[in-house]
């Protein structure tokens, strides 16, 4: 087996994948229902909120679309200080939005003061903002964020991705403030790919009633329908819902603060050792990401061939982002991921940097 520490998708425990297998249910069922019921339960609780999360048979960028088509009549302000956050923005582009960019440079966060200024210009129905950016290695001050935005204007709804952070790190969707908030199944959460989910507050879902357009298969309303009968409006994956419905019972018995512990540790001595290594870190301190650790390669390592080295050893790291390709290389830690198997990758690394 080969650990992946790659910001994702990540290694899937051996009983959450054996859960897959269980024998297949039709899902217009008592007994699907009853699966759909506790791992929605199970996922409010992940979440912070009490109000619902809807699970799709889908990766976390339909969820950006969902978050376009149903919460914003038009306008939008898309934060980007990433390739994440530009997807965002290129999603609600291409879905017909009227789409405003607040950009941070890809190595500054989002700054609350800057979103709450550009709302002082123009009315949005929707802020979008990542907050972790598993680009950069940054993560960005979502409570401050959701705050300044409601201060500006309640009317306007905060949209998050955590994709690459929710159940590594603490976001307290319903105290926060946070109005959606996504995430894929393959991070964090290590499972394999193919679920979204989403945790839409009662004000979202007010707005989704009144937009137009929302499209069919991302419909909230639609989803609503169906998720209050313990159902999905399209065959939903069951199998990969098998496995959730371990994988947050066992995130529950680590108990979810050891759990943001663990990743919390994880980074450090990530960052740790890449300070002690000469390296820099690429995020600004106070911002580095629990999840995914990215180092400034300024030594100019050849990162393909470090990586080989690591590959021969049961392992591997992933290389930069986009234009950060070969400029920066990344260390996911999440998941399954322990304190124990960061020490062993930090060893080979030491080995092949001599
Ligand atoms: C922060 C962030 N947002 C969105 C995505 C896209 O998610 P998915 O690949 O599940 O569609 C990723 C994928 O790496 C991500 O890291």
């Known amino acids: 087996m080969t650990h992946l520490f790659v910001p994702g998708p990540v290694n899937v425990d051996p009983e959450v994948a054996a859960a897959q297998t269980k024998e ?16 929605e339960a199970k996922l409010r609780k ?33 934060c980007v ?29 989002i700054s609350p003061d800057e979103v709450a200024e550009a709302m002082q210009k123009e009315k949005y129905d929707i802020v979008t903002v990542v907050h972790n950016e598993t680009s950069t290695g940054m993560m960005n001050p979502i409570k401050e964020i959701a705050a300044a935005v409601h201060a500006a204007d309640p009317d306007t709804l905060v949209c998050v991705d955590a994709v690459s952070s929710l159940s590594g790190a603490r976001i307290e969707m319903d105290a ?61 994956a069951i199998s990969l819902i098998y496995a959730l419905d371990v994988q947050l019972d066992r995130i529950f018995e680590e108990g979810l603060d050891n759990r943001f512990a663990r990743h919390s540790a994880m980074a450090k001595k990530a960052q740790d050792w890449a300070l002690a290594h000469d390296f820099e870190m690429f995020a600004p301190e106070g911002y580095r990401s629990q999840t995914v650790t990215t180092i400034k390669n300024t030594p100019e390592v ?4 470090m990586n080989a080295f690591l590959v021969e050893r049961g392992m591997r790291i992933a290389n930069g982002y986009g234009p950060l ?9 999440m998941g399954e991921t322990t304190l124990a198997d960061v020490d062993k990758l930090l060893e080979a690394l030491e080995a092949y940097l001599g």
């Open 24 to 39: 297949m249910l039709p899902h217009r069922s008592a007994e699907f229902e009853a699966l759909f019921r506790g791992a």
């Open 46 to 78: 992940l979440f912070y909120t009490e109000t619902r999360v809807f699970i799709t048979a889908s990766s976390g960028t339909g969820l950006h679309e969902a978050a376009v088509r149903n919460l914003a009549h038009n306008k939008v302000l898309s």
């Open 81 to 109: 200080n990433g390739a994440f956050g530009k997807r965002w923005h290129d999603v609600a582009l291409t879905n017909g939005k009227d789409v405003d960019l607040l950009t941070a440079e890809w190595d500054e966060p």
């Open 176 to 236: 926060w403030g946070v109005d959606m908030l996504l995430t894929s199944s393959q991070k964090c959460l290590a499972l394999p790919p193919g679920l979204g989910f989403a945790g839409v507050n009662d004000k979202a879902m007010a707005r989704a009633a009144e937009v137009e357009n929302r499209g069919w298969y991302f419909d909230l309303v639609r989803l609503e329908n169906h998720r209050v009968k313990n159902s999905t409006p399209a065959t939903p």
């Open 302 to 305: 050849n990162v393909a061939e």
């Open 325 to 333: 390709k070969n400029e920066t290389f990344r260390i996911g830690h």
